[in-house]
């Protein structure tokens, strides 16, 4: 069983920056990849980026690339997603999965855990 608990949240103007945290309960952190997901009102849950368990390759979805940066610290059992350049269309609410088994997946459906999520939102 793995407890997520994320971080880092809150309200920023477009073209500013916020990072998101991920801490992990357990002991066996580094054989799950890690992604964060998000949710706007009215969508569904959208893949944005994942890390392998050794972070050693990453995904992100196109519309972040340049922008967003994913990373993980084993020894602290956290992951980051990095945020810059925010725009308004990032708002949603931020989720951080785990998942053991299907390497780096974009659906959600792979992922085991999930987090309650974090709120972002970015005034224009």
């Known amino acids: 069983q793995v407890q997520l608990v994320e971080s880092g949240g809150g309200l920023v103007q477009a073209g500013g920056s916020l990072r998101l945290s991920c801490a992990a309960s357990g002991r066996t952190f580094g054989i799950y990849s890690m992604a964060w997901f998000r949710r706007a009102p009215g969508k569904e849950r959208d893949f944005v980026a994942a890390?392998?368990?050794?972070?050693?390759?990453?995904d992100y979805v196109e519309s972040v690339k340049g922008r967003f940066t994913i990373s993980r610290d084993n020894a602290k059992n956290t992951v980051y997603l990095q945020m810059n350049s925010l725009k308004p269309e990032d708002t949603a609410a931020y989720y951080c999965?785990?998942?053991?088994?299907?390497?780096?997946?974009?659906?959600?459906?792979?992922?085991?855990?999930w987090g309650q999520g974090t709120q972002v939102t970015v005034s224009s």
């Open positions: 890390v392998t368990g050794s972070g050693s390759r990453t």
């Open positions: 999965a785990a998942d053991r088994q299907n390497g780096l997946s974009r659906s959600r459906w792979s992922y085991e855990y």
